[in-house]
């Protein structure tokens, strides 16, 4: 039985799900063009940590010999664009409540 990488409409909607997250959480407020660009420098901020954060855990792991014990299988790519997504959006909602309360202590 051969095993395709395949996105099904399930992981889908949890990747749209979690893009949304980030993007809402990464939403500023101020002046109509200079807000727009911080937030697409957020969006694209997290993304590229998500993605990067994830291949660097998977090499590290690669490189002690601990992949086959961590994995059940050899990860493909349906996992790891989920794992990075849903990486950015937790980075996005970490952001957003670290500034909330760093407003509110102020």
Do not use: N
């Not at 399930?10 to 937030?39: N, Q, W, Y």
């Amino acid at each position: 039985m051969e095993e395709h990488s395949a996105f099904t409409r399930k992981d889908l909607r949890h990747c749209l799900a979690l893009a949304l997250v980030t993007i809402v959480f990464s939403l500023r407020t101020g002046d109509m063009p200079e807000a727009v660009i911080i937030t697409v420098r957020h969006v694209a901020a997290y993304f590229i940590y998500g993605f990067a954060l994830v291949f660097i855990f998977i090499a590290l792991l690669k490189k002690a010999g601990m992949a086959e014990k961590f994995f059940e299988q050899k990860p493909d790519r349906v996992r790891l664009v989920k794992w990075a997504i849903g990486v950015s959006a937790f980075l996005a909602v970490y952001q957003m409540v670290h500034e909330l309360i760093e407003v509110l202590l102020a």
